[in-house]
Every structure is written in C-alpha cells, then in structure tokens.
C-alpha cells in the first residue's frame, strides 16, 4: 500500500513538473487515470501543485476567477500536462473551461472520460459531448488505453451514458475496433467485453477464436474463447491451434474437441500432459472410445521410459490394490520429476508410508521433497 501510495504522489509531481502523460503515468492502466484525477485535485487543495487557471485567463493571482469567463481563448495551446491540470482542477468552472482544449488530444481522451462522470452537469455534459465526437473518430491505440477507463468508471454513478456509448461503438462500428480491444488491449475485463461483442456479431470462425482462447493470458477468454472455437465445428482448424496452447484449459477444450471429431485416440499422448484438467479430459475421451487410460498408465510406468506424468496419472485413476505397488518402486526411479509423480500419485490413493516420504524429504530433487512434504501433511505433529 505505501508504494503505491507513492507511485501515486510520483505520478502527480511528475504530471506537475510538465511531463508527458504516458511518461508520467501507466496509461493502460484504468486505475492510474481515476488516480492521477483524485491525487490532482487534493494535491491542488493542499498547495502542493500550483492551480491551472493562468493558462485559461492569461493572468494569474486574485482577479483569475473573474477573467476566466472570458470567451477570448489562450493565445496558446496549452500542453498535455497543464492541461491535465485542469481537467482535474478542484473548481469545476476550470474543469469545463479545459474541455474544449481537449478535442483533438487522444492523449487526454481518458481524462475526458472521467469528466463524463463528473457530478458538476455543466462539466458532464460538456465532456459527454466531446466524448460522443472523439470516440468514433479515435485510433485503435488510443480505444485500448480509453475502452478500460470507460467500463471501470460504468459503476459509478453516472458512468452509465459512456458505456453506452462505447457499446454502439462497438456494436455498430467497423469490426476492426472490436479486434483492436481484443488483442490489443493490457486489461482483461476489456478484453472480456470485446470478445462477448466479437461472438454476438459472430466476427470470428472457428481458427480465429481458436487462436484468441490460445494468444491470451486471462483465463475467462481463454474459457469462452476456445469454447466457442469447438462448438465452431471446425476441428481440423482448430483442434491443432487449442492443442499447442500454453494454457492447460485450452489444452483441454481442444481435447474435448477430438471426441466430437470422433478422433478418440489422438487424445491418449495427453493422457501425460501437465495440466491435470487436460489430462482429466484425455481420459474422459479415450474411455469415450472405448479405451481404459488406467491401463495405459500402466503400462507407460512398466516401460524402460517412463512420461514423467504416468505415475501421478496413475494415481488419478487407478486402484490402491493393483497400482500401489508400482508406484512404491517409481519412487526410486532415477528421474528425479517420475519420483515426485509417483509421490503424488501414492498420495491420491491414499497410500502413503509415512517412514518413506520422510527418506524422501532429503531426496536432491526439489520436486520430490515438496511433494513428500505434501503427503506427509496429515502427519504434521
């Protein structure tokens, strides 16, 4: 909490000294941008950033509150950070006077859009107006970085009327700025969002949803991404994309796929995957074809080269009475990851030898010790 306390105080002084916005703040970011408008507006208050009027009236000291009003403009544009300033003025006369300076400065879009949200109806709908001319007309760079202001201001009370705004956006406008959102943008409840616009107005077929559940890192796109990949019904495009993805749900999803596909025994090689979901999967759809994976496990773990995987996969579906035997040999195995497998598989089965897994804790694989640790938990004390 104190550093980002001070990476807020950091942010305002460096806003104050002048500097760009996107060297002053992580401007994709949502959070940073209601920020830097609650930080300006107390740092104004306590004297700690000097007032932004002198810009707007041309003077400054005790006559600025009446020369503001005056309809002659500045001779000079002012710069992104003044005017920051005093888009996040205390005074809501100097808010709304900034705001005309604001068209046409992408930089400043998500500042305008925290003015849509203002409680002062002047300012508001000042803002509004601004917001429904620049938004259409914004660059795809600049959507990415206003979009997640916009949905994480939605809840505030007044934060229902850029939302829809940005929602005809993407609903009625060029598809280009929904894939902009999607797989461009750092924040993950934007992405969210896009992707649900992507599927109501269907802008993807089966590869491209493929290739956004595998491309991104959050896992509620990847879910409803590679979901609706597979139902797509295109497995021979999308079944190899979901399979190579680093993440084991999309792994899985592109397993389940090959049962439709009726390709069942294509999912025995993920019978040892890493991911216990997808491997859960690979059972699910060998048995589907009328496979047993217990027995592959078997037989993988009596082989001269075991998966690493077989033993803990043993352990996920075997028996104590038949496999607990080799899993106890598998524990001397001279790979160190086959004998934290077998660890953790004589664990699910609920076979632990409480005097071997403590041997096993000065075993020289760290992946050994950490899951003898875990089977001797019940014995702790």
Same mark, same amino acid.
């Given at each position: ?23 002053? *703040? ?134 229902g009327e ?108 993920? *019978? ?81 030898d409480p ?7 000065d075993d ?18």
């Amino acid at each position: 909490m104190r550093n980002e306390a001070e990476a807020r105080q950091a942010a305002v002084r460096r806003v104050g000294r002048g500097l760009p916005l996107e060297r002053a *703040l992580d401007a994709t970011r949502p959070k940073a941008w209601a920020d830097l408008d609650e930080d300006i507006r107390r740092a104004v208050v306590h004297g700690h950033v000097q007032p932004s009027h002198a810009w707007l009236t041309g003077e400054s000291g005790p006559g600025w509150r009446r020369l503001w009003l005056t309809p002659a403009p500045s001779p000079a544009a002012p710069s992104g950070a003044r005017l920051a300033l005093a888009l996040c003025d205390p005074d809501g006369r100097i808010r709304e006077a900034a705001l005309p300076y604001a068209a046409g400065r992408p930089e400043l879009l998500p500042l305008v859009v925290i003015r849509a949200t203002d409680w002062a109806e002047p300012v508001r709908a000042r803002a509004l107006a601004l917001l429904r001319a620049e938004l259409p007309t914004a660059s795809h760079e600049s959507l990415t970085v206003t979009a997640p202001v916009i949905l994480r201001l939605a809840g505030r009370l007044r934060g229902g009327e850029a939302v829809e705004l940005l929602d005809a956006l993407l609903r009625d406008g060029p598809g280009a700025a929904v894939t902009a959102l999607l797989l461009g943008c750092r924040d993950a409840a934007t992405r969210r969002a896009a992707l649900t616009v992507a599927l109501d107005r269907r802008l993807y077929d089966g590869l491209g949803l493929a290739l956004v559940a595998a491309g991104d890192h959050d896992p509620v796109v990847q879910e409803r991404a590679a979901s609706a990949a597979v139902a797509a019904g295109e497995p021979d495009a999308t079944v190899p994309v979901l399979l190579g993805a680093r993440s084991g749900r999309v792994r899985a999803a592109g397993v389940t796929a090959l049962r439709g596909a009726g390709r069942h025994a294509e999912a025995e090689p993920y *019978l040892f995957d890493r991911s216990g979901r997808t491997r859960a999967c690979a059972r699910w759809v060998v048995r589907q074809g009328g496979g047993d994976p217990a027995s592959v496990y078997r037989t993988a773990c009596a082989g001269a080269d075991v998966p690493d995987r077989a033993p803990l996969g043993l352990g996920e579906c075997g028996t104590r009475a038949v496999d607990g035997a080799a899993l106890r040999k598998l524990t001397e195995h001279p790979n160190g990851r086959v004998r934290a497998s077998a660890v953790a598989g004589l664990r699910l089965l609920d076979l632990v030898d409480p005097r071997r897994m403590r041997e096993l804790l000065d075993d020289p694989e760290p992946g050994v010790v950490r899951e003898a640790g875990r089977a001797l938990r019940p014995w702790t004390g």
